[in-house]
């Protein structure tokens, strides 16, 4: 069964259930989301720059996505379509459960479409098609501070921040290439904002990092834990950290496909098989894998 027809599934199911009382429409209280709003519309203004804000209690442990549900609630609509993916799945405990509450408190319609939601809530990835003006991208963030590798102080790193400091960020990199002849950063792969701040793109992979400039989309990253805010407007400039000699990569798929739709142009995820040790690849977006076999078999 695909994604879409299980969760078409569990919204007739939903319906047939009697809603919770007691709690608001998105389940915070008007005064909260207002807060988050403002925090939101202050890190629009100054891209790339962390806005502290009062982080709630969620129904959900922090370091679970907080951040991002916050985010999700201030800002969800009757008329929303809300998408919830997990490291690219739309079928992670993670997911459903944040998809679920979401559905239950807001009663928005959910979907693993890309295109057709409105609102989309994310852990460590970005979905493979391009998104467009209408859409809010919100990246749940447990490490907001880019400076954090090599500078443990929170207070010198605001300091840093405010005097665009990045002396010791640069020399990181630099030694990395010295080290191990290329800079090594997998994910959370630092970025100048607007050429002004240095962001922590979240953990996303090199591979998601173009996606974030000049993008038509809004960006929003929260960190509940950490109780920051920080945004990249659509039409935004977000340039990687590198050297004339040494430049900005992403991860190389080339002679590799996906296993079940056969794609080369997105994000592959290596599967071991325990039993046989065979290595095969899939696509981490899996609602776009599920599209494309579609396509091929309506």
């Known amino acids: ?36 709003r403002r925090s939101i519309l202050k890190a629009v203004a100054i891209p790339g720059y962390q ?33 919830v993916i997990d490291q690219g799945c739309d079928g992670s405990v993670n997911a459903v459960n944040i998809k679920k509450f979401v559905a239950t408190v807001a009663g928005v319609t959910i979907t693993t479409d ?12 970005i979905p493979e098609e391009r998104m467009s003006g209408r859409q809010i991208l919100v990246l749940q963030v447990p490490y907001p501070e880019a400076l954090r590798e ?18 010791r960020m640069w020399l990181f990199l630099y030694e990395d290439i010295v080290k191990y002849g290329e800079i090594t950063i997998s994910y959370r792969y630092p ?41 990249i407007p659509p039409h935004t400039t977000v340039e990687p950290l590198e050297f004339e000699d040494h430049k900005f990569r992403t991860e190389n798929f080339s002679g590799k496909a ?9 994000y592959l995820d290596e599967v071991i098989d325990n039993a046989s040790g065979e ?7 899996s609602g776009y894998c599920d599209k494309r076999r579609l396509a091929w078999n309506p």
């Not at 502290?52 to 800002?75: D, K, V």
């Open 191 to 231: 970025v100048t904002v607007n050429g002004r701040y240095i962001m922590d793109p979240s953990p996303i992979p090199r591979w998601d990092v173009p996606k974030l400039h000049m993008a038509d989309t809004l960006f929003l990253f929260g960190a509940g834990r950490e109780k920051r805010i920080y945004a």
């Open 258 to 266: 996906c296993a079940r739709c056969g794609a080369t142009d997105t």
């Open 1 to 36: 069964m695909l994604m879409r027809e299980w969760l078409q599934k569990e919204a007739q199911l939903r319906n047939d259930e009697t809603p919770i009382a007691g709690y608001p429409f998105g389940f915070m209280d008007e005064g909260a989301k207002k807060e988050i």
């Open 114 to 125: 890309t295109r057709a939601a409105t609102l989309i809530q994310t852990r460590h990835r």
């Open 279 to 285: 290595r095969r690849f899939f696509c981490s977006d």
């Open 51 to 83: 806005v502290p804000y009062g982080s709630r209690e969620m129904p959900i442990a922090r370091g679970w996505g907080t951040g991002g549900l916050q985010i999700t609630l201030s800002l969800v609509k009757p008329d929303d379509v809300l998408k």
């Open 150 to 167: 090599v500078e443990p102080s929170e207070m010198e790193t605001r300091r840093m921040h405010a005097e665009a400091d990045y002396s």
